[in-house]
């Protein structure tokens, strides 16, 4: 059940002439979960289709499963697992013929079906909900329907186009929490699509960030994070601070002060550091006033103005000072760093 | 909480009066009529037993099922194409498509005899073709083609319609879930047109059982139900025959319509 998926080549351009896709290449490992991730219009849905075979790829691109290429194979002879933003489930079937629908296509027995759909239910926690109409169902409810309906199949590859989007906060982050364990436990090559950079980072055991129809850079969350590869990248994903001042005798001068900056070229430069590189410190070598203060619950973020020409946004667990209070900053050690090329 | 009766029932009130002036005293009126000749009540008996009367509502009953069939399987297939294709013309071709509605019956007739009466282009192609005139607007069959005629436009308009509020995801999920193209119409595409479909041939029933005008001009050897009812009327005298006919051809029509209403009912409130 663990297939390896590559696209080659890979572009997709309607019939328009607007070009959704710029010829891509992409590689998900067996079992491996692949969370693409970017903003609208990037191009998202356009790369999951046509890994589904929804969409065919421009001439010269070519999809291969397992090696196998299947980019002449529609959708339905691809054995993929789907699951839509809109979930569309069929209005005219309950939960469980949802559910079951894929295997009625196979023809699987209907004791057999019978039995499966009910694994499946029990698997999603929805047994009770068998014999429910879809639209008698809950965002929530709806979506583990649908999980289960694509997996009933036992698909070689399963694919999510943002999933949880339609989830209100907090049973977003429940669902996120039951579908990394499902993820991990079935060991299906999946690929999923999401807007979210948090859902991404959690989700992902990779992620691959788009742009404007062009993947920008694929690695680890934690690469994503901390070594961004272009400056949309370090933008995109998580905060980012961008401070503009002169690098000097291994200080780079801020109009409220300096930090270290080793290793950088002197004269003008536009440097950058996550809110959690930096911290409020009595003895800091940067200081600014707090302009507003947004608590978290497990932390405060802070918006500190004066510091730099931007605000400056910094995160602290501790006791957070008020607005309108002077602080100083101090940076960790490697912070700030050089912006990738844009 | 009286004061919003009062006003409720000041609202509904002329539409009451005018529900009873023309529609429920003309019905009884009808009614009554139907039971006023030499036979009273059991002249509903004698058209119910009549070879003649009774051949016809057979007729006139098949020939609405025909048309309403035929016109649905044509108008389902072209209205899903329409609504799913953008092609250059497309808009001129739909507007074009409900030119049929603005033509009376007799007009229908008159172009049905253009197309297969005597002089008509089919016989003359098919002179051409195997020697023989094929000339059939003056039978049921005539009749058949005018129905088709002024029926399927306005079926393809409401297909259309409904076929353009078909989620296209649930498509893509069937066939995802291994559906074929036949699989993904039986069960998604023709459960989502089900209501439009079932309103749709309810309507074109009801007017192939009720249409005149065609009938009237393509005329002499067509015995449909109206027909007999004008011929009981005018040349008959039979007024009472007449009034009983109408009441049956209203009830059978009613009937159909009511049930295709509950069936589309229950479909709907089991699709939600
Ligand atoms: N039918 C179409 N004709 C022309 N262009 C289209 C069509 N459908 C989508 N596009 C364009 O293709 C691009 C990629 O669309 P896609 O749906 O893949 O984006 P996405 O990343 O999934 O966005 P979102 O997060 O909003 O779902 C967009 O710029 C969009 O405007
Ligand atoms: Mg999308």
């Not at chain 1, 698909?155 to 989007?165: C, G, H, K, M």
């Not at chain 2, 309507?203 to 009938?215: N, P, S, V």
Request: proline share 6%; with cysteine.
């Amino acid at each position: 059940m663990t297939t390896p998926i590559r696209l080659q080549a890979c572009g997709f351009t309607h019939a328009d002439g607007t070009c959704a896709l710029q010829p891509t290449d992409l590689s998900v490992e067996a079992g491996e979960t692949l969370a693409l991730l970017g903003p609208s219009g990037c191009g998202k849905t356009t790369l999951l289709r046509l890994v589904a075979g929804l969409a065919r790829p421009d001439p010269g691109g070519c999809v291969l499963f397992d090696g196998r290429d299947v980019t002449d194979l529609p959708v339905e002879r691809r054995n993929v697992g789907m699951v839509f933003q809109s979930y569309a489930l069929f209005p005219n079937l309950d939960v469980a013929g949802n559910v079951g629908y894929g295997l009625k296509i196979r023809r699987v027995p209907p004791g057999e079906r019978a039995a499966r759909v009910a694994r499946m239910l029990a698997m999603m926690r929805i047994q009770e909900l068998a014999h429910r109409r879809v639209d008698q169902l809950s965002g929530g409810q709806k979506q583990r329907v649908a999980l289960a309906r694509a997996l009933a199949v036992e698909p070689a590859v399963l694919l999510l186009d943002e999933p949880l989007t339609a989830l209100d906060a907090k049973l977003r982050e429940q669902l996120r929490v039951e579908l990394a364990g499902l993820l991990r436990s079935l060991r299906i090559t999946a690929i999923f699509v999401t807007h979210d950079q948090g859902e991404a980072l959690a989700l992902g055991d990779r992620v691959a960030v788009m742009r404007a129809g062009r993947i920008e850079q694929v690695g680890s969350p934690h690469e994503i994070y901390h070594r961004p590869r272009t400056r949309f990248v370090a933008s995109f994903v998580g905060i980012l601070n961008l401070l503009e001042g002169e690098v000097a005798d291994g200080l780079f001068r801020l109009p409220g002060g300096s930090l270290p900056a080793s290793g950088v070229a002197p004269g003008p430069a536009v440097l950058a550091c996550r809110p959690e590189q930096l911290r409020l410190d009595p003895s800091g070598t940067l200081a600014g006033r707090i302009a507003a203060a947004f608590f978290l619950g497990d932390r405060t973020r802070l918006v500190v103005e004066g510091a730099a020409a931007q605000p400056i946004v910094v995160e602290t667990v501790a006791a957070a000072p008020r607005p309108g209070e002077v602080v100083r900053l101090a940076a960790e050690p490697g912070c700030p760093w050089p912006l990738p090329p844009a | 909480m009286g004061n919003d009766r009062l006003a409720l029932a000041a609202l509904v009130a002329p539409a009451i009066a005018f529900l009873i002036a023309f529609f429920v005293f003309p019905l009884l009126m009808m009614a009554r009529t139907g039971a006023s000749g030499p036979d009273g009540l059991a002249t509903y008996l004698t058209i119910l037993v009549d070879a003649r009367y009774l051949a016809s509502l057979g007729k006139t009953v098949l020939l609405a099922g025909t048309v309403t069939l035929t016109t649905l399987a044509i108008a389902g297939v072209a209205g899903v194409f329409l609504a799913r294709h953008r092609f250059p013309g497309r808009r001129v071709l739909t507007a074009f498509l409900t030119l049929p509605l603005a033509f009376p019956g007799v007009v229908v007739g008159f172009m049905v005899i253009l197309l297969a009466g005597r002089q008509g282009v089919v016989g003359t192609i098919a002179e051409a073709l195997t020697g023989e005139r094929l000339v059939f607007a003056y039978s049921l069959a005539g009749l058949f083609v005018g129905y088709l005629y002024f029926s399927i436009p306005r079926t393809v308009l409401t297909v259309m319609a409904a076929a353009e509020k078909l989620d296209p995801a649930l498509e893509e999920g069937a066939r995802s879930l291994g559906a074929g193209r036949w699989r993904v119409v039986r069960d998604v595409v023709l459960p989502g047109l089900e209501g439009a479909l079932l309103a749709a041939g309810a309507i074109c029933f009801a007017t192939a059982m009720g249409a005149f005008g065609t009938a009237f001009t393509l005329a002499t050897q067509i015995d449909v139900l109206p027909m007999v009812i004008y011929a009981e009327f005018t040349v008959g005298a039979n007024i009472a025959v007449a009034a009983a006919l109408s009441f049956v051809l209203g009830a059978i029509t009613w009937a159909v319509l009511a049930i295709a209403r509950t069936a589309a009912g229950a479909n709907v409130a089991a699709a939600g």
